[in-house]
């Protein structure tokens, strides 16, 4: 077989390339809007070129860690630019989490350095007590750094870094996202610059952005969905509007004075944005494209949000593991789906189809292809897909197939058109508000608690985080515990959006299987037959 | 560094997506009409499996190279699919060469295998008598294959292969495609399996291709062009109507009849169609875009067009090297630039931007990069960059910078917004009626004429072909000889399209520097002194 005659490093696209375009078709055009703070792509590569330098000054070496905790800001984005592209790995710590989840996520992955704003620098301190490898705090902020600090800014003025570290490569980590996991460990997902690259220009098709789009990043910037519109949206030389949060006044005041053209929701947003009373008061109308995640929309909701507000739907179906776009139901599909055809309506309720670069197939158990309609395991393929957990082989070998897809876990069944019609998590996962919670996690902090003696953990309807999460309990003989005490213990050890908003405490031992298994589905369904039936 | 835990070869994509994406999303829809032939997605899969066990029953192994010799046809869009997708690489030969340019490629590549139509059995008989690597003939047409050939629907028929070799790779070579050379020899373009990938990716961003396209194929399918765009229609389930080559009114016909909505011409096709009579008749509401390539359109010409069709534009510029994509002018673009804003209109005259993922920059001779207005060569790089040229070790150090860029060799400017302006070929490059013509092959030809001393060919401008071959000649004292015996004598050496048009013949020497180079550029200027104003 002939190979390359010329080894390129490059070949299969590193994250360079989409602020290097942008300084090519856009220098001088404004890059992130961050409350007063303003850059053009000029600027902004300056400060990247600035920051890779100062952050090699460090003594870091090619594929250490820098952690980070933070809200959405200008430095946050510039860091998903400097620190891949000097070849170190991007740990984007989920702020939501407990104390003591963080301290377990910077333990795996080794990072060196905490980047923090102010809003978690409390956290930030007591993590570099705990961590061993941790060796200094960066402050993510404005204004000075406290004593003993590094400041951003600081490093921004180093000597820059304009050439590539000699060992980029499409196959070099660039960031390592923790997952919850069935086995109620935190993961560590590894993107490759070749992950990242390769789902940005995938998205770019079923979901483009253009240079004339202004984007509010509002979703935080540790979830891969807002990593792929970083970079999706400076690829093409548009403008980044940073929104701390969700807060339906400020967002829709930020999109009426920001003439905002696209944002990233999750249904229980588009919910909260609709019933909240200033919303009807904004002017709109820069507003084209909304993209929602996480979940279908229910059909009154999208019927009622594509009512009132002028901009079309994009929805994204996905994982960290395959960073993060499987498929996406397009603004098409919208429209179709509101047309009174019963086919396209029917598909409102899907994932939609396969981005273009991945492959799907549906398995049965025993891993032959499911025939159209029959409900299988979805198993994916593409250029996006992560190369494995990180220091975790054999949960990495588990995830894969024998032929080196990975397994997502939801079941699925496919219509003739490609259509995903998700029907379970396989995994156990709930999605509430637009976060995954995997079970066992919530399962394994409320066994903890020494009057419990069993506990099943799902998600219930939930008018505004469509799932919430909640806990059937069985207590010890002789034990005592009211739900307030399940949910504060609770709150010590897992993050506030895991903790259930409903426990159920039963005197008598939960319903299981003649194998001893604990019959989850049965104490789920009486809660879902209202449902269960109008999402099909 | 961490490396990925598990090798997956076909992380940076293959070319087994396009076609399996589509049956997914699209396997009972019409996938190519030719004629009256038309199969559905299903169908095609089911006979490209086939096709790939019946060329791998054939004794070939990973790497072998089948040559094609052929118009566009279902056939052909076919081998696209089955040759690549065994591990074989397709050298698709360009049917305008003359024998003895098709001999020397055929040698070069090594193919084993040659499939030809029936317009081209002639020499595809006379190829397997001449090239000792050649084993056998594939009659790639309609009835029985000729005595002693196999035919393609024979193979078709064979016992699929529905698992991938298992050392295909995104780093496979899929195709060579032979382009001519400054230094009179053409060179085989290696195009890697994540080569075309990443270019169909790219290019289904500013030139989205959707399911309800039914795109023309009129453009040969041995070109770059046409193979990307094989690709990027398969990938989102559209229909390909195949057209065996460009007659204005069987284009119109087709339009009508078919309801194109996609086709890719060049500016001297637009030209044709525009001016050929039944063009008015025509009902061509369902063609929504018209991509061209090789040159920017002239600026009268693009308004009469999108004064008469009802089309958006679409530009593209490349080179074989780059698989082929480098920039695109986009609709938006053409819009824009008929608006009244002379800034605008100034970019019709341009090559676009970059396409994402593509880094640019502009060199100047020493290596450094040229400000903004400045010309200097495009220098490029991404993930749809060749490997290299086969078997040319030499020639491929040459095309590359040191840190791994292509040389286009064209000389170009680049606005302040990215827009590439083409001013030269540094390559001494021809382009008339969408082909390249190096000079230098045609001054070969001339050259070996026994009459000539001296010769200079370059392009003059031309009404429908944009530029002509010229050949300004010398004779040698005492020799005479025609303008028709020279360009009868070409004939017989090089394709038609590279046979100078136009032959001027001088008793004296042709004027040269002081270094005593031919000054090919004083000899050009008095053809282009209105044209090259008017360009800019």
Redesign the interface.
């Known amino acids: ?6 080894p ?6 590193t994250l360079d ?1 989409p602020l ?2 942008a300084v ?5 055009k404004v890059a992130v809007v961050d409350g007063t703070h303003r850059f053009t792509y000029r600027q902004m590569a300056d400060r990247v070129a600035g920051l890779r330098g100062g952050l090699l000054g460090l003594g870091l070496a ?2 250490d860690r820098v952690a980070g905790l933070a809200l959405n800001s200008f430095r946050h984005l510039e860091a998903w630019f400097a620190i891949p592209t000097a ?1 170190l790995i991007f740990n984007d710590l989920n702020f939501r989490l407990a104390p003591a989840e963080l301290e377990f996520i910077v333990n795996d992955s080794g990072a060196r350095i905490l980047l923090a704003d102010a809003t978690h620098w409390p956290v930030a301190l007591d993590l570099l007590d705990r961590c061993p490898a941790l060796e200094r705090l960066v402050w993510l902020d404005d204004g000075s750094a406290p004593d003993g600090a590094l400041g951003w800014d600081a490093l921004a003025a180093a000597a820059p870094l304009t050439a590539d570290p000699p ?1 980029l490569d ?4 660039a960031g390592i996202t923790y997952t919850g996991g069935t086995t109620g460990r935190p993961k560590g997902v ?1 993107q ?1 610059h ?1 992950n990242l ?2 789902n940005t ?2 998205l ?2 079923a979901n ?1 952005l ?1 240079a004339h789009d202004r984007f509010l990043h509002l979703t935080p910037m540790f979830h891969s969905a807002g990593v792929a519109n970083i970079y999706g949206l400076t ?2 030389g548009g403008t980044h509007i940073i929104c701390p949060g969700f807060e339906p006044e400020l967002v829709g005041r930020l999109i009426e004075e920001q003439s905002i053209s696209v944002c990233v929701l999750v249904p229980t947003m588009v919910n909260m944005f609709l019933h909240h009373p200033g919303t009807a008061q904004r002017d709109l109308s820069s507003w084209r494209l909304c993209i929602y995640a996480a979940s279908p929309m229910p059909v009154p909701l999208l019927r009622r949000a594509m009512d009132q507000l002028p901009c079309e739907w994009n929805q994204a179906y996905g994982m960290t593991e395959m960073c993060p776009h499987v498929s996406q139901l397009t603004p ?1 599909d919208h429209r179709l789906g509101l047309s009174g055809d019963p086919v396209f309506e029917a598909r409102l309720a899907s994932a939609g ?2 981005c ?2 991945v ?2 197939r549906i398995e049965r158990a025993d891993g032959t292809i499911a025939d159209l309609g029959e409900v299988g395991e979805i198993v994916v ?3 996006n ?1 992560m ?4 220091n975790r ?1 054999e949960e ?2 588990r995830a ?1 197939t024998d032929d ?1 897809w990975y397994r997502t876990g939801d079941l699925a069944s ?1 219509d ?3 259509y995903l019609f998700i029907v379970d998590r396989a995994k156990d996962m709930i999605v509430s508000g637009g976060e995954n919670v995997y079970t066992t996690e919530v399962e394994t902090a409320i066994m903890s608690h020494p009057a419990v003696l069993e506990v099943a953990v799902f998600g219930i309807p939930d008018e505004r985080w469509v799932e919430a999460v909640h806990a059937e309990i069985a207590l010890k003989a002789g034990h005592e515990a009211t739900a307030d005490d399940i949910i504060a213990h609770c709150r010590m050890l897992i993050g506030g959006y895991k903790v259930p908003r409903s426990v159920t405490l039963r005197s008598e031992p939960l319903p299981k299987s003649g194998a001893g298994k604990i019959l989850k589905k049965d104490l789920r369904s009486p809660y879902w037959t209202d449902r269960d039936s109008s999402l099909t």
Do not use: C
């Open positions: 077989m002939p190979t390359p005659s010329i390129i490093p490059h070949r299969h696209g390339t290097s375009r090519f078709t856009s220098a001088d090619s594929g070849n060992d499409a196959d070099s980590v590894m490759t070749g690259i390769a220009k995938q770019l098709w483009p253009f690829l093409v098409d189809q396969p273009i670069g492959d799907v393929r593409g250029p897909m190369p494995g957990y990180w082989p990495t070998a894969f080196g496919v003739e058109a490609g």
